[in-house]
């Protein structure tokens, strides 16, 4: 086991030090004062995530407006350490109730110290499921002994016994009235296109999440339309395969509860779930991408201070879908004075911080629906002569529900239990933009 | 500021200050410029739209009817460069004012003032503001003040002198400067000095001078007008027409109102810098003013200030005299002095801080004046006692200013005795450990972290005693520099070590302690000794033979202590390579145990100081010949070792040096000692030059300064010696780096002595060398031109007298190879001065035109005699290299022509004289050798039968119009033709018995185990395939005598063949005592002295 930090430090933009905590004692104190000196207050900051000064080596990240800096002085697991560093954001936004900023971890220092001492020890990464922590890692105060309340004597759940268990992440003795399983399969499109519509890059990058409401301990079974699976099926049962499209999954990656052995040998997901919410999934798709839209600019510069935007954008998918908060951002240069528009749908305006037109549709209707947004663009003049426009891509962002890029289905998920429920299953699908990039 | 009333812009800035990081105030800034973008915008598209074509109209009209067309379509599409057509064109029809107030119908003044002062506010804020510039000056033709206020001021920020924009309101501005309105007149004079671009000289130049000089002007515009002219007048001298100006400065100077008077004399500061022989007739008014000042004469109490009649004006009255060479008239001088003596006399160090400050300004300054106009003795010391007072002061700044000024004074006059008396005083404020009290209650003068300006009085008074220091007192100085070193500030060190070294070098009594000075240095602080400075005591170590012993010596006993620098290893390890042989009697000085104490402090050192001590145990091997098997086997241990190391230069040295400790004979030839070094400037010196150049403002004394001739001679006993350390080229066949024993700043490397020749015979070698008679080239090598310029400084002062051009006659008479031989080896220091007069001596009586080669061409021959490869021939033109290749009776050789000259060589010859005994083909040489390039041509040779007579080559270029021919002596030595043949030891008695007497075998020995014996085969056309056997006799006591026997199957061959050996013998010097003798490589080889090594490397 790789050694991940030797310190923790949580700090806010102007480099004032939030939290922190020491496990080892290998690194000094003040040793934040040299990544506030040497990196923050430099303008190196964001090239690179990890840098050494002075024999240690600073791994750092920055979550909305707080830096997480781990510190370490040997030679240790960086994956590791960011790993650690995100599944512990992951869980503190669990505990907090989704925010993670600063304010949240001014607001929680206690709760955050407890967690800290729980999720590492001595600069080794400990159980960092929120499911497991809430059991005795509690926000509520704690009860007195004498209360006279029956219903508050229910004895605390064996904490030890779980975690060292073979199911460590799930609980005994779960019930619930209502047995009822959700599945979403989030799928994120990036994408670079050239200005003639040649795909440079494309990929998609999803994960199924899933959320369990369900009594005792199920074995749970999932079926996806994928290539590896199906085949195995196929040879399984003697006979050729359904028609209809199979998918290519690359880099899949399980979480903890999925039986790898079965996975291996069958070909199947199957798993025993924990609790709630957990992320059972994740994949990685470079061939066959239904993209979800279509984007065709045209931008010419009309002398030195005019400037025409045109910028068509075609939905692909399914008429019955539609697509939701479809944001365009078109670039144009930074002495830009003003811009008219003339949209289609939707609204357009420029927003001089990003130096950009924005261009928002809140619903885009789906089968070959064209949009267009047309701008005129004034520039002012400038003293700087010969500085030419580097033309940025235009980015997108969309969301499309009920859609996969990937075309990836589930065929089937089955619930065994000993009691033999009946158990309600939720699937649902959602494509959203990663980085959608059309040059321009 | 009218700041009052504008929210926006008040509201802008407190966002800017609110942010809580950079990313927020940028938002907010690209905000606001977008916002700022769009009401420029907004407002141009209304002009455009409106009213312009109106005013376009109009303007065709009136003027320019054809242009018409054109014109409105430069306002509707207003590019920089439509617009500044438009200007001209408007300009030109003196309606500025119209265009422009066109030009900002759109916003009113009070929006276009928050803009612009918005976008200064982002300006100063660190952002580009590239546009808006338009608008901007357009302000500056705005007819009310808080407009034309802004638009000035955004405009000397916003703008330099290069920008275009400028040129739209050069009008407007010099309206401004016309007019009758004094704020305007104020405001335009400070944007001009602000901007104070090139095309602003040339047009408002004159009307600044003319206010400057008009009666009319109130002085609050005539002070402008003279720092505004001033400014002009630095940018652009020569466009800023100030012929006869010195009439009008005269006149100026009269002037009764202290401002005025003040700015003016800055102008004049900068006029009589550029040229102050224009100037002489302000002198007078000069001292005059000084006069008025120091008597308080007429001084408003405004320009009082802490009683003292403007300081300022004092000072730069005082640095407009210091431009001016020594005042001759005796009236103006006197009263200077006058003048002076009472500034001198009348300060004191007072309560007051501010006072003191200000008084102090002017007492420094008429210091430097009393310096510069090289004040009668009196005067001087006068100053000295003063600045001894202020030394002694407690206070640092005061105390600065003191050491300051002393040292330069220093440097200018002769108070060398006065201010030795202070010499206490100065060592004491390098150490006092007090000042760091004192300075807790000065603090708040002081700008610097204290802890810097501690640092200043100690450098500063370091700087003195360095200066102070002559023969008398160097020897305290330096211990007590010394002394002070270990406890020293670390940011003063390496320039305290610095100083003491060169100290110790310029003043040193005797040489001795100028190596126990350094050596104490490296080990006190040895992070701060920089490489020059050891490298230096190398060079001189080198240089002075009888400095060798005792420095290797010292170098032992250093190394003996348990914590050594690693400069103290690099310096200890080459000495102790170089010269440990000369300890080898002491006890603890044995090659072996000094390997051991060396090697001790091997593993802990960087590579570059492990491949310098590489280099060293080599050395050592080398000199300690016979090797002591315990030693070889450790070195070559360590050798081995090394090898696979993964530095590439150690691991390089590893390996060739384990190779070449093998090779016995060659190895003795590479690692002889290190020659001398060219006597050069001293490195120190000028890296202390450097590091002083940056501190000193250029001030008028410090010019002087640099015209008298340094001080700073090196005085040392070496004497160059010219002709033995003139640099032979390098020869191939050493390797790389081994001569250079990690002294890279040492540039022309001279190789070590290819024939062989044992060191302490060296200089006598150099100095008489046998002239080959066809050569025509005089015999001791003259140096090429840049190395007799050096060589000719030094002597010139420092030979002795002896060794003049009278002492050359005799020397250059070419020198018998007996002669050298008889040449006792402790002689070796004297035969070389006259060497290098002579090679003075010879080049001065040349001329410059006659090309010389560069060393001595008999050496090269004889090298290459012995050698395969190497340098035939050498001179500032032309360099001829040959590399040969035999098989049996052929051989091929390769003659390589370089031209060293960045012109051609032109009409190209080379002749090849062949003697009967040889048949030579030589393919022709081209007749144009273009400029660095090199031409090679093939020789053919066939040995038809032995004889001692070799081919000559008849060369001759021209170059640049000198002629130049050479007669060369081809190295086509009999021995060439020779291939030692493998002969068992009773074989060989068999065959020696097999060949009868005289003639064939020419000598009868007896058999004798201190005889060498070697078998090879001569290889000729006629008489193919002969054996030839040798055999050499010494007497083991003493092995000055040698007997040779040739006995080959032919008579003729037979004779040959001694007579050659001879030869060779003869011309070898002889080798002193300890001579380093390499094993000879033949089959018959026993440990034999230098004859033998060399004959075994001739064969």
Redesign the interface.
Known sequence: MPVAASAIYFLNLRGDVLINRLYRDDVGGNMVDAFRTHIMQTKDLGTCPVRQIGGCSFLYMRISNVYIVTVVSSNANAACAFKFVVEAVALFKSYFGGAFDEDAIRNNFVLIYELLDEIMDFGYPQNLSPEILKLYITQEGVRSPFSTKPQDMRPPANATLQVTGAVGWRREGLVYKKNEVFLDIVESVNLLMSQKGNTLRCDVTGKILMKCFLSGMPDLKLGLNDKIGLEKEAQAKARPSRSGKTIELDDVTFHQCVNLTRFNTEKTVSFVPPDGEFELMKYRITEGINLPFRVLPSIKELGRTRMEVNVKVKSLFGAKMFALGVVVKVPVPKHTAKANFQVTAGRAKYNAALDCLVWKVRKFPGGQTELTMSAEVELISTMVEKKSWTRPPIQMEFQVPMFTASGLRVRFLKVWEKSGYSTVEWVRYITRAGSYEIRC | MALSGMRGLSVFISDVRNC??K?QE??RV??E???I??R???ER?ADSGGRDLGVGSSHVHSAHGCGGPSFVLDIK????LGLVQLEQMVIMNGMTFLLLRVNFQGLTPYEKKKYVWKMLYIYMLGYDV?????ETVALISAPKYAEKQVGYIVTSCLLNEN?D?LRLVINTVRNDIIGRNETFQCLALTMVGNVGGKEFSESLAPDVQKLLISSTCRPLVRKKAALCLLRLYRKNPDVVNVDGWSERMVQLLDEKDIGVLTAVMSLLVSLVANNPEGYWNCVPKCVRTLERLTRSQDIPQEYTYYGIPSPWLQVKTMRVLQYFPAIEDPTIRRSLFEVLHRILMGTDVVKNVNKNNASHAVLFEALALVMHLDAEKEMMSQCVALLGRFIAVREPNIRYLGLENMTRMLLVTDVQDSIKRHQAQIISSLKDPDIRLEFSTYNYTVAEPHGLQLLCIRRRSLDLLYGMCDVSNAKDIVEELLQYLTTADFGIREELALKAAILAEKFAPDLSWYVDVILQLIEKAGDFVSDDIWYRVVQFVTNNEDLQAYSAAKAREYLDKPAVHETMVKVAGYLLGEYSHLLARRSGCSPKEIFIIVHDKFPTVTTSTKALLLSAYVKLLMHSQPPEPELQELVLGVFKKYESYVDAEVQQRAVEYFALSRKGASMMDILAEMPKFPERQSALLKKAEDTEGDSAELSATKLRLQQQVSTALVVSDAKPNGASAVPLTRLSSAPRNIDQMGLPEVAPQPPPYANGAVPRAAPATGAAPPAPPAAPAPAPAPSPADLLGDLMAPLAIEAPPGVGPAAAPVASTPASAILALEAPPSAGLAPAPPAAGDSLALALMDGPPQVQPIGSIADWFRSLSIKESGVLYEDPLIQIGIKTDWRGPHGRMFLFFGNKNAAPLTSVKAVVAAPSNLRVQLTTVPEIIPPRAQVQSPLDVVCIHASREVPVLDFSYTSVNVPVSLKLRLPVVMNKFLQATPVSAPDFVAKWRALAGPPTKLQEVDPNPNNIVAAATFYSETGGATLCLIRVETDPADRTQVRITVATPDPTTSFEFKEFIKEQLIEIPYAAAPPPPPPAPSPASMGLTGPAAVLAGLI
Do not use: S
Not at chain 2, 77 to 80: A, D, K, L, R
Not at chain 2, 130 to 134: I, L, P, V, Y
């Open positions: 809580q990081n990313e940028r938002l690209d905000k410029l977008a916002n973008r769009t420029f915008k907004n598209v599409c207003p590019t920089v590239d546009f808006g510039h338009m920008h924009f």
